[in-house]
């Protein structure tokens, strides 16, 4: 009896979802939620970068003439600004140019073609290597081991970081997995932030590997979209304690912070690799773009201008995010057919879906305009095995076009979860 009303309901509920599909389909919708960057309002908030450092000022405080050639460290100021932010001593931070994934791609190259410290040989000599990969996770890490022929482990993620039984029993027992990506804070696309227990074993945990490398990309590491301006453990300064100095690579930038095509990216790393990285690095460049960190330093100003710099960030895609939420929240709440995360900072919410549906339910939201991330992109070679995660990106689009994407994408989940369900 109570399956035969279910069964009603159920053909009632895919029957209306098939109804809001057509009528959105005859609307000629063309819609974007893959594209997780800043919008034009964002990057206005620090157009005053586009006349600093100002005709006649190229100094730095220091005197260096930032116009010419040298200073591959990156300028002082600009450093000083971002290591507390980052949790690196500034004598170990260098600010580089305008990417931290090219970075990230440069520390892979460098160690694969060059001995990191603490290796016993390249890791291109080392036969087939291996890194973790937190899944939902970043496609771009994963594009860069992909590139590089280096095999992933998929590790979950839970809501203290990566799995911490796995990685840890993993890393004690495989000398060829070489490292592991990590978002520490308000993580791409889960929102998570890393816990100090997370942290501390990723610290102190013993790996097989001499040259095992954590690639802590803190790409998020001041983007708060709460009163609470989320804090999380000091990688680098407990490896050090620890005795692991050399297995923390940091990574940084404010790509999401003034302009992403032409902020300023940062390493940062124990004393033995910042030394190895230089060695490398002076033979790539004679020094970076330091009229841009010039220009940034006069900006920004002090650690505390760049947390009221992003308070304006906040105030414009905090409402993009708190309506995709009470959308998701009206039109799936309550329905089984879908769990999301509610991030306290970041670019994304990740939209969990019943498994086996998340493939069809972006190609339908495809064939009424509305572009989602491709499922599985959140997976290492863009495999999703439970074909279950949507990551959602809601700074880009204007806050109307937000709505009826996110509204857009409820019916497809609805549409193909009573389906699945009906079948
Ligand atoms: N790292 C993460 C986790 C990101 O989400 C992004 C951009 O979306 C980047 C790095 C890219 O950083 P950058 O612009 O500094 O290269």
């Given at each position: 009896?109570t399956t035969?009303?279910?069964?009603?309901n159920?053909t009632?509920?895919?029957d209306?979802?098939?109804?809001?599909?057509?009528e959105?389909?005859g609307r000629?919708?063309?819609?974007?939620?893959?594209?997780g960057k800043?919008?034009?309002d964002?990057l206005d908030?620090?157009?005053?970068l586009?006349t600093l450092?100002?005709?006649?000022?190229?100094?730095?405080?220091?005197?260096t003439?930032?116009?010419?050639?040298?200073g591959?460290?990156g300028?002082?100021?600009?450093?000083?600004?971002f290591?507390?932010l980052?949790q690196?001593?500034?004598?170990?931070l260098?600010?580089a140019?305008?990417s931290?994934?090219?970075?990230m791609?440069d520390?892979?190259?460098q160690?694969?073609?060059?001995?990191?410290p603490g290796?016993?040989?390249r890791?291109?000599d080392q036969?087939?290597?291996k890194?973790?990969a937190?899944?939902p996770?970043y496609?771009r890490h994963?594009?860069i081991?992909?590139?590089?022929?280096?095999?992933?482990?998929?590790v979950?993620m839970?809501?203290?970081?990566?799995?911490?039984d796995?990685?840890?029993r993993?890393?004690?027992?495989?000398?060829?997995?070489?490292g592991?990506?990590?978002?520490?804070?308000?993580s791409n696309p889960?929102g998570t932030v890393?816990?100090?227990?997370?942290?501390?074993?990723?610290a102190e945990?013993?790996?097989?590997a001499?040259?095992?490398?954590?690639f802590?990309?803190n790409?998020y590491?001041?983007?708060?979209?709460?009163?609470?301006?989320?804090?999380?453990?000091?990688?680098?300064?407990?490896a050090?304690?620890?005795?692991?100095?050399?297995?923390?690579?940091v990574f940084?930038?404010?790509?999401k912070?003034?302009?992403?095509g032409a902020?300023v990216g940062?390493?940062g790393a124990s004393?033995?690799n910042i030394?190895?990285?230089l060695?490398?690095?002076s033979?790539r460049?004679?020094g970076p773009?330091?009229?841009?960190q010039?220009?940034h330093?006069?900006?920004?100003?002090?650690?505390?201008g760049?947390?009221a710099h992003?308070e304006?960030h906040?105030?414009l895609?905090g409402?993009?995010?708190?309506?995709?939420?009470?959308?998701?929240?009206e039109?799936?709440g309550?329905?089984?057919?879908?769990?999301?995360t509610?991030?306290q900072g970041?670019?994304f919410i990740t939209?969990?879906?019943?498994?086996?549906?998340a493939?069809?339910?972006v190609a339908?939201a495809a064939?009424i305009?509305?572009?989602?991330?491709?499922?599985?992109?959140?997976?290492?070679l863009?495999?999703?095995?439970?074909?279950?995660?949507i990551?959602?990106?809601?700074?880009?689009?204007?806050?109307t076009?937000?709505?009826?994407?996110?509204l857009?994408?409820?019916?497809?989940v609805?549409?193909?979860?009573?389906?699945?369900?009906i079948k």
């Amino acid at each position: 009896m109570t399956t035969d009303l279910g069964a009603q309901n159920l053909t009632a509920l895919l029957d209306s979802a098939r109804q809001d599909y057509s009528e959105l389909a005859g609307r000629g919708l063309k819609l974007d939620l893959t594209r997780g960057k800043p919008a034009a309002d964002q990057l206005d908030l620090a157009d005053e970068l586009l006349t600093l450092p100002g005709s006649k000022t190229h100094k730095a405080a220091d005197g260096t003439d930032t116009r010419n050639y040298g200073g591959l460290n990156g300028l002082l100021e600009l450093r000083q600004i971002f290591a507390g932010l980052l949790q690196v001593p500034v004598g170990q931070l260098l600010a580089a140019g305008n990417s931290s994934l090219e970075l990230m791609h440069d520390a892979f190259v460098q160690a694969l073609l060059g001995q990191v410290p603490g290796a016993q040989s390249r890791w291109a000599d080392q036969g087939p290597i291996k890194f973790l990969a937190p899944v939902p996770g970043y496609d771009r890490h994963f594009s860069i081991c992909e590139r590089f022929g280096i095999e992933m482990i998929p590790v979950p993620m839970t809501e203290t970081g990566p799995d911490m039984d796995v990685v840890t029993r993993l890393v004690a027992e495989d000398a060829s997995i070489k490292g592991i990506w990590c978002i520490p804070k308000y993580s791409n696309p889960t929102g998570t932030v890393y816990s100090d227990e997370t942290v501390r074993q990723l610290a102190e945990m013993s790996t097989a590997a001499p040259d095992f490398r954590i690639f802590w990309d803190n790409a998020y590491s001041v983007h708060h979209l709460t009163d609470d301006r989320v804090e999380i453990a000091d990688l680098l300064g407990l490896a050090t304690a620890a005795g692991n100095a050399d297995r923390v690579f940091v990574f940084g930038s404010t790509s999401k912070i003034t302009f992403a095509g032409a902020g300023v990216g940062f390493f940062g790393a124990s004393e033995a690799n910042i030394k190895w990285w230089l060695a490398g690095l002076s033979k790539r460049s004679i020094g970076p773009d330091k009229v841009n960190q010039l220009r940034h330093a006069t900006f920004l100003g002090s650690a505390e201008g760049v947390l009221a710099h992003m308070e304006k960030h906040r105030a414009l895609i905090g409402p993009k995010f708190e309506a995709t939420l009470r959308i998701l929240n009206e039109q799936l709440g309550g329905t089984g057919l879908a769990t999301w995360t509610e991030p306290q900072g970041g670019y994304f919410i990740t939209l969990e879906v019943p498994e086996g549906t998340a493939s069809d339910i972006v190609a339908r939201a495809a064939e009424i305009g509305v572009v989602l991330t491709p499922a599985g992109a959140t997976h290492p070679l863009g495999q999703d095995p439970t074909d279950s995660i949507i990551r959602v990106a809601p700074t880009f689009p204007t806050q109307t076009d937000l709505e009826a994407a996110v509204l857009a994408l409820t019916t497809c989940v609805k549409l193909v979860g009573y389906e699945q369900k009906i079948k």
